[in-house]
């Protein structure tokens, strides 16, 4: 069964879907600084790397699923001290996701699945209200797999449990394997920075900075390997496809 991409059908292929059974898959990042050697949008590849693999084990399942164009804005309030870091307010990112939750229910799609790489905490909180108020105005189902949570954060190796995994080993390798020309050659060179931005977050702190993060990246860059992208492109698209599948068991 194959997997579609919305914006590269026409509208009467659209038509043609069996949209009742299909499944929306909403990539979701942000354009924030990731380090020296990541490009501000490595959060968005990362979404579209995650909602592809999902896609790729839902459809052989029976549930046909049709890639959404990438959102790529949203709020980055940790990020916003540097160039390039496009944010906005969360209440936006809300409303928006609802809207597309809203239209997609009119055209009578089974479900929209978020494919989320953004970590920041206003970030999260947005996705989860718009889950909330979906819910509240009768739309279709919103799943949303925090991977920042568990069961998922657990799956998803060493440096990412830490917290030290802003455009460290865990982000550059998927960019390693997905986008290895994105990736600048000088993240060989950079010292690791083990400071968990988790663990700023419960301290308080709001910035890459406060957070020990003066050139926007936490973790190991220089020990990413396309190998370990491979295998983490694939773990987060089982994380998608299993909360996908629970939700249209349940």
């Known amino acids: 069964m194959p997997v579609h991409e919305l914006a590269q059908l026409t509208w009467e292929e659209i038509r043609e879907l069996d949209r009742e059974r299909t499944v929306a898959i909403l990539p979701v990042g942000a354009i924030e600084a990731h380090g020296p050697h990541l490009p501000v949008d490595a959060d968005v590849i990362i979404a579209l790397a995650m909602a592809r693999a999902g896609a790729a084990k839902l459809s052989p399942r029976g549930h046909p699923a049709v890639l ?3 959102l ?31 239209s997609l229910t009119e055209q ?51 440096e990412f449990k830490s917290g030290a995994c802003h ?16 990736v600048r050659p000088g993240h060989r060179d950079l010292p690791p920075n083990p400071a968990s931005l988790s663990q700023a977050i419960r301290e308080g702190k709001r910035t890459f900075a ?15 390997t396309r ?21 249209l068991e349940a």
């Open 108 to 158: 009578r799609f089974r479900l929209l699945a978020i494919a989320n790489a953004h970590l920041d905490p206003a970030h999260l909180a947005a996705l989860d209200a718009a889950v909330e108020k979906a819910r509240a105005a009768r739309l279709l189902p919103v799943v949303f797999p925090n991977i920042a949570k568990k069961p998922w954060g657990s799956r998803l190796g060493e």
């Open 167 to 182: 455009a460290g080993q865990y982000e550059s390798s998927i960019l390693l394997a997905d986008h290895p020309r994105h």
């Open 210 to 224: 406060e957070a020990g993060g003066p050139r926007a990246y936490f973790g190991s860059p220089a020990e990413a």
């Open 72 to 102: 790529g804005y949203t709020t980055a309030g940790f990020a916003a001290a540097f160039p390039g870091t496009l944010s906005i307010s969360p209440e936006t990112v809300t409303a928006l996701i609802v809207d597309i939750a809203r």
């Open 227 to 247: 190998a370990e992208g491979y295998h983490t492109i694939e773990v987060l698209g089982g994380i998608l496809d299993e909360a996908v599948r629970a939700e």
């Open 68 to 70: 959404l164009p990438a």
